[in-house]
């Protein structure tokens, strides 16, 4: 990962306190030993959790590395958003994970705690 990329990647991390831009839950940088003994959770399901950049716009489509394209998105939603043939708008899918997140059919474990906003 480029530096301008990891700078822009913890900005949003910052700026969205440590939460998904797409299902809010609580993402880690560093240790996904600490997150589990955090939310209760195993480590294995911790690693879908780590932060990832997330480009609101592809790069395929013309979207840039700058810190205003760039969110923070936990791996799973990461990597769900662009296993179709099309990426849906980042605002679409934002729309579709939170109602997948409300039925309990988004990520396949809960974390302990309030971990996640209601």
């Known amino acids: 990962m480029s530096s301008s990329l990891a700078r822009a990647r913890a900005y949003a ?3 969205q306190e440590g939460r ?4 809010d839950y609580p993402m880690y940088v560093i240790s ?3 997150y589990a003994q955090r ?5 294995k399901q911790a690693q879908q959790m780590q932060c990832t950049a997330e480009h609101r716009v592809a ?3 013309g979207g840039s590395n700058r810190a205003s394209n760039i969110a923070a998105a936990c791996k799973v939603c990461n990597v769900r958003r662009h296993q179709g043939k099309v990426a849906l708008p980042s605002h679409a899918y934002r729309a579709l ?3 997948k997140v409300l039925e309990g059919r988004w990520h396949p474990f809960r974390l302990m705690g309030s971990a996640v906003q209601s």
Not at 20 to 23: D, L, P
Not at 39 to 43: E, P, T, V
């Open 97 to 99: 994970v939170q109602s």
């Open 39 to 43: 939310y209760g959770c195993s480590i």
């Open 32 to 34: 996904p030993q600490k």
């Open 20 to 23: 998904c831009c797409y299902c």
């Open 13 to 15: 991390f910052y700026n």
């Open 59 to 61: 790069k395929c489509e």
